[in-house]
């Protein structure tokens, strides 16, 4: 199990930008943004593996970007032309096994979340 730690949330109007960046406290296979807005399931946003492998979900295909450092152990999330639908608790979460970001149930290690708010 690693500990894990989120940065970089805040408050942006709507077509603006935030970077997420997060730290692990030891190595990982798959690591993986989370989000979670008010009365909603939580639900996979961006996964990346140690091979490269990168997964988005449909509605921020095109507006975030993923990347990492697996020597460091630190993943980041560019946010692009936000919109008030991105609102949410943005998690970070690690497994050991494949990058499925449908089912978060399967991500052993969670950081406690960063609040992401975007105004229209």
């Known amino acids: 199990r ?11 109007q709507a077509g603006g930008s935030l970077t997420l960046s997060c730290a692990f406290s030891g190595p990982v296979y798959c690591m993986a943004w989370f989000r979670q807005a008010p009365a909603k399931e939580r639900e996979g946003v961006a996964a990346i593996t140690p091979a490269h492998h990168i997964y988005y979900a449909g509605p921020v295909k095109g507006r975030f970007t993923i990347s990492e450092d697996y020597d460091k152990h630190t993943m980041s999330l560019e946010m692009n032309s936000l919109q008030v639908e991105d609102s949410g608790v943005y998690y970070c979460a690690a497994r050991w096994r494949t990058c499925d970001i449908s089912a978060p149930d399967k991500f052993e290690d969670w950081g406690q979340g960063t609040q992401v708010t975007v105004s229209s």
């Open 2 to 12: 690693v500990q894990v730690m989120e940065s970089g949330g805040g408050s942006v």
